[in-house]
C-alpha cells in the first residue's frame, strides 16, 4: 500500500462540546518535511494534539508506522516513537535545563547523545543548571526542540517552533530542521510563517476550520502563492 | 531586679524539654504536611484522609507486635509499605474517578473516607487507645549533664529530620523526582512524552500514605495507638500547611518543625496559648500572605 509513515484520514476532534475538526486528510512519506499552514484558529494545533491523543474526544483514522493511533493513550502514542513539540513550548519552570531535556524517556534505540544535542544548541550546554524558564524564548525553544532528539522519535510533531523569534533565531532554527531533516528525522510542522515554512519543507498542507483544503508542492510555491495569500489571509 | 527576671524566665530544664516536645511534635508535623504537599502537588486533592492514614501506620505498628510479635523496627519498615499499598488502592477506586473534577470533590471524598477508617476503629476499639511500648534498645535516656534526654524522643527527632531530609533529595535530585515534579507542572505533556501518569500519581499517593504512616509509626510509643490520633493531629497539619503554603516540598518540612518549636515555646511562656497560637499564626499569614510563606501565588 502507501509508504505513508504517518497517514491521517477523517480525523474529527472535540473539545467538550465545541467540534474542531472536521475529517482532517493528510499523509507524511518517511524522511518527509511537511507543514500545516493555515490562519489563527483553523485548527493546527488542535490537529497536532490529536494525533498525540491530547484532545477530550477523536474520531477518525490516525496510522503511524503500522499501529492505529485513534485509541491509544497519549504516552503509548510517545512510546511508538511520536515526539511532540508544544505551541507554547512547555518548558518546565521546576526543572533545569538539564532535567528537562533528560525528561522524555527514550522509547526506542537509536536517539541522539545528550552531547550531539549540545553540539546543535550549544547555548543549552553552557546553561545546563538553570532553572527551564529562565532561558530566553529562543534558547525555550531550542531545549523545547532539544529533548525530543533524544528519544529515539522518528515522527517530530512540532508547532510553530518560530512563533515570536527575532529573525536570527528563526534562521538558527531553520538551520537545525534541516540538519534534522539530513539525520533522517520525518517532521510535521505546523507554520504561519509561510516564509520560512517554504526555506524548510517538502510541502505544505493548507488547514482551514478544521479541514484540509490544499496541498501544495514546495516547489509550486511559487506559482501558487496568490491562492496560498488568499488561504492566509496575508 | 534578678528576682523578677528569675520568676519570668522558666528554669532551663522546662524551657528544653518544651523544646523538646515541640521538635517531636514538629517532626510529626513536617512528614505529615509533606506528604498532603505531595499529593496536592500532583494531584490537587487535599487530602482529608491523611490523619486516618497516619492512625492506620500506627495500628499496623499494634496489630504487628500483639498478634505476630514483629518488633517495632519491622513495623517501621512494614507499616509504610502496607499502608502505602492501602493509600494506592483508595486512589485507584476512589481518586482516580474524580481526578477531572473541583479540588473540592476530592476534599469532601477524603473527608468521608476519613470518617469511615476512623469510625470503624472507634467501633472496634474503643476511644480510650492502647499502649505500644518503647522498643528496648532505646529505653531510658541520656544524662547530657543539664538534662535527661529520652533516647526515644531523640530518635523520633532524627528520624524525622532523616525522613524529610530523603523525600526532599528524591524529589529535588533524582530522576523520579523530576518526573514528580514536571507532572505536578503539566501531566498532559508528561503523558505525552511516553510517561504512565496515571500510575505516577497512584504511586504518589501511596507515597504519601507511607509517609503518613511511618509518622504513625514512630509516634504509637509516644502518644497512645488510638483512633483519634489522626483527628488530633490533622487539623493542626492542615494549619501547617496553609501556613507554609499548599504544594511547597520545602515550606512543608520548615513550617512543619519552627511550628512544633512554637508551640512548645508557647506552653512554657504562656500556657494557656499553646493549643491556639498555630491557629492565630495561620489567621495571620492568611491576612498578609495568602497563598503561604513558602507558596506561590496563583
Ligand atoms: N482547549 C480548548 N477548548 C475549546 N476550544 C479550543 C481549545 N483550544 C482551541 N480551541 C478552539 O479550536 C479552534 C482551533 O484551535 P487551534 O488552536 O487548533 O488553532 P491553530 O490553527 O493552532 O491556531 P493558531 O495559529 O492561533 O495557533 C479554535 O477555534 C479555538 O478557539
Ligand atoms: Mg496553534
Redesign the interface.
Known amino acids: 500500500m502507501s509508504e505513508a509513515l504517518l497517514e491521517v484520514a477523517d480525523l474529527n476532534a472535540w473539545y467538550g462540546e465545541s467540534h474542531v475538526l472536521h475529517g482532517i486528510d493528510f499523509t507524511v512519506d518517511e524522511g518527509e518535511l511537511v507543514t500545516l499552514l493555515g490562519r489563527n484558529g483553523a485548527g493546527k494545533t488542535t490537529t497536532l494534539k490529536a494525533i498525540?491523543?491530547?484532545v477530550g474526544r477523536r474520531s477518525g483514522r490516525i496510522a503511524f508506522a503500522g499501529a492505529e493511533l485513534i485509541a491509544l493513550?497519549?504516552?503509548r502514542?510517545?512510546?511508538l516513537g511520536v515526539g511532540?513539540c508544544?505551541e507554547e513550548r512547555?518548558i518546565?519552570?521546576?526543572?533545569d535545563v538539564e532535567?528537562n531535556l533528560?525528561?522524555?524517556?527514550a522509547?526506542r534505540p537509536g536517539g541522539m547523545s545528550v552531547e550531539e544535542i549540545y553540539t546543535i544548541f550549544p547555548n543549552l550546554a553552557e546553561r545546563r543548571r538553570s532553572p527551564g524558564t529562565k532561558l530566553s524564548g529562543g534558547e525555550q525553544q531550542m531545549l523545547a526542540i532539544g529533548r525530543?532528539l533524544r528519544?529515539g522519535a522518528r515522527l517530530l510533531l512540532l508547532d510553530e517552533p518560530t512563533e515570536g523569534l527575532a529573525p536570527v533565531i528563526v534562521r538558527q532554527i531553520g538551520a537545525v530542521l534541516r540538519t534534522l531533516k539530513a539525520k533522517g528525522f520525518t517532521i510535521l510542522l505546523v507554520e504561519q510563517n509561510f516564509r520560512f515554512a517554504a526555506t524548510v519543507a517538502d510541502r505544505h498542507y493548507v488547514v482551514q476550520n478544521g479541514c484540509v483544503v490544499d496541498m501544495i508542492a514546495n516547489s509550486d510555491l511559487g506559482i501558487r502563492s496568490d491562492r496560498l495569500h488568499e488561504y492566509l489571509g496575508v | 531586679m534578678f528576682s523578677f527576671l528569675h520568676v519570668a524566665m522558666p528554669p532551663l530544664p522546662l524551657f528544653l524539654a518544651q523544646l523538646l516536645v515541640g521538635l517531636i511534635n514538629g517532626g510529626f508535623y513536617a512528614i505529615l504536611s509533606l506528604g498532603l504537599a505531595i499529593i496536592f502537588g500532583l494531584l490537587n486533592i487535599i487530602n482529608f484522609a491523611h490523619g486516618a492514614l497516619y492512625m492506620l501506620g500506627a495500628f499496623c505498628a499494634w496489630f504487628l507486635l500483639s498478634w505476630l510479635g514483629i518488633s517495632y523496627w519491622a513495623a517501621l519498615l512494614i507499616a509504610p509499605v502496607a499502608v502505602g499499598l492501602v493509600g494506592m488502592a483508595i486512589e485507584r477506586l476512589f481518586l482516580r474517578r474524580i481526578a477531572r473534577l473541583d479540588h473540592l470533590y476530592g476534599l469532601l471524598l477524603t473527608f468521608g473516607l476519613a470518617l469511615v477508617i476512623d469510625g470503624v476503629f472507634r467501633q472496634l476499639y474503643g476511644s480510650s487507645g492502647m499502649p505500644y511500648s518503647i522498643p528496648a534498645e532505646l529505653q531510658g535516656a541520656t544524662d547530657l549533664g543539664f538534662m535527661f534526654l529520652p533516647n526515644y524522643r531523640a530518635w523520633v527527632i532524627v528520624a524525622s529530620f532523616a525522613v524529610c531530609a530523603v523525600t526532599w533529595f528524591v524529589i529535588e535530585r533524582t530522576?523520579i523526582g523530576?518526573?514528580l515534579?514536571?507532572a505536578?507542572?503539566?501531566p498532559?505533556?508528561?503523558?505525552?512524552?511516553?510517561?504512565?501518569?496515571p500510575r505516577l500519581v497512584t504511586l504518589t499517593y501511596g507515597a504519601g500514605a507511607a509517609l503518613a504512616a511511618f509518622a504513625g509509626v514512630l509516634a504509637a510509643p509516644i502518644y497512645q495507638v488510638s483512633p483519634l490520633m489522626g483527628v488530633n493531629i490533622i487539623t493542626v497539619v492542615f494549619a501547617v500547611v496553609v501556613i507554609g503554603g499548599m504544594g511547597s516540598i520545602l515550606g512543608a518540612v520548615i513550617s512543619g518543625f519552627a511550628l512544633g518549636v512554637i508551640e512548645g515555646m508557647t506552653k512554657v511562656f504562656w500556657p494557656e496559648a499553646s493549643t491556639t497560637v498555630i491557629f492565630v499564626i495561620m489567621a495571620l499569614v492568611l491576612l498578609v500572605k495568602p497563598a503561604g510563606l513558602f507558596g506561590r501565588a496563583g
Request: overall charge neutral; cysteine-free; aromatic content about 8%.
Open positions: 498525540m491523543g491530547m493513550p497519549s504516552d502514542i510517545a512510546r511532540y508544544p512547555g518546565f519552570a521546576a526543572l532535567e533528560m525528561l522524555p524517556p522509547v525530543i528519544t | 530522576r523530576a518526573l515534579r514536571a505536578t507542572e503539566n498532559e505533556l508528561v503523558r505525552a512524552f511516553g510517561i504512565n501518569v
